[in-house]
């Protein structure tokens, strides 16, 4: 028989549910809140203060439901409410008492949604074409893509082309690739891609390192939702994802992704400025983006 919760914390199985866990992870909590040795009140409290990281994530709107259910209170949790509700379960469940909510706000007037991260093309570094940067080995190759990351906080980006097929590198091929390269030779669409995957473990595993002062973000577009799938669970596995990917706005990509990491909160890339749209302030191309646990997906 399971244990009848003891308070709030243990009702959302806080520290032991997988999903609540990379969702608080995503939001930046403390270890100690998520699986660590804090108080099941703390617990509560870091989850008050990620919720309204999290517009829109289903996640959060069960936690709110599930809370609703018990307490009978309608607000959703937040900094501002935590207390609200931890003492709505004490009344209820320790002393019996009937709570009301004839009164309680179905909004917090304190809690606004977090401002947008917006960046503009013209501010993003543009990384190189790997497949273009000449290198006598695999190492050296690896340096120069290295050395290629800006160092100042300028968010790191890369493209990829719409032809793009996920291929598994390995360092056999990979150093064959880069020998044809710099040779001259022409490279197959296979050693393409595969330079590309190498390509974007190299640059991922130096960000995730934190080896450059380089904010931690790579763009990946043009490819199809299976293929940037494949290389996200790759560099996943590989722990070479990044905490930002920029994905192109198309629901196709959010449907293939679904399932691999938590949503977590909202954001914003300028996609296109040009001096008529700015002086007539109309047709300005954002992106919304809704952050996909370390991975961030646009979606419309």
């Known amino acids: 028989m399971p244990h009848a919760p003891r308070n709030p914390a243990d ?12 969702l608080l992870r995503a939001c930046g909590t403390d ?12 617990r509560f409290l870091a989850l008050s203060v990620a919720m309204p990281l999290c517009a829109g ?23 501002h409410t935590v207390h609200l509700h931890w003492n709505a379960w004490v009344e209820t469940y320790l002393y019996g008492r009937q709570v009301t909510a004839t009164d309680v706000p179905t909004v917090c007037p304190f809690c606004a949604e977090p401002t947008p991260v917006l960046w503009r093309r013209k501010d993003l570094f543009q990384l190189p074409n790997p497949t273009e940067v000449k290198a006598p080995d695999l190492n050296t190759w690896s340096r120069e893509l290295e050395n290629a990351l800006p160092t100042d906080q300028i968010p790191a980006v890369f493209t990829l082309p ?44 130096s960000l995730v390192r934190k080896d450059h002062h ?29 905490d930002t990917v920029w994905l192109p ?10 399932g691999l990491y938590p949503q977590v909160g909202t954001g914003y890339i300028l996609a296109e400025e040009t001096s008529a749209e700015a002086a007539g302030k109309k047709k300005t191309a954002y992106a919304k983006a809704a952050p996909i646990g370390r991975a961030t997906l646009l979606l419309q």
Request: hydrophobic share 40%.
């Open 11 to 22: 009702l959302l199985h806080l520290g032991s549910d997988p999903a609540l866990c990379r």
């Open 31 to 42: 270890e100690a809140c998520i699986t660590g040795g804090a108080s099941d009140y703390d």
């Open 57 to 79: 994530h289903p996640l959060r709107d069960k936690v709110n439901a599930v809370l609703t259910q018990a307490t009978g209170l309608s607000i959703p949790l937040c900094p």
């Open 162 to 205: 719409e032809t793009y097929s996920f291929i598994r590198p390995d360092p056999y091929h990979a150093n064959l690739a880069v020998g044809k390269a710099a040779s001259g030779e022409e490279l197959t669409a296979k050693e393409q891609d595969l330079l590309i995957t190498q390509a974007l473990r190299v640059w991922g595993l």
């Open 214 to 242: 380089t904010a931690p973000c790579l763009l990946l577009c043009g490819a199809a939702p299976e293929a940037v799938t494949a290389l996200l669970a790759y560099l996943n596995r590989t722990n070479a994802l990044t």
């Open 249 to 258: 706005d198309d629901s196709a990509h959010a449907e293939a992704v679904n």
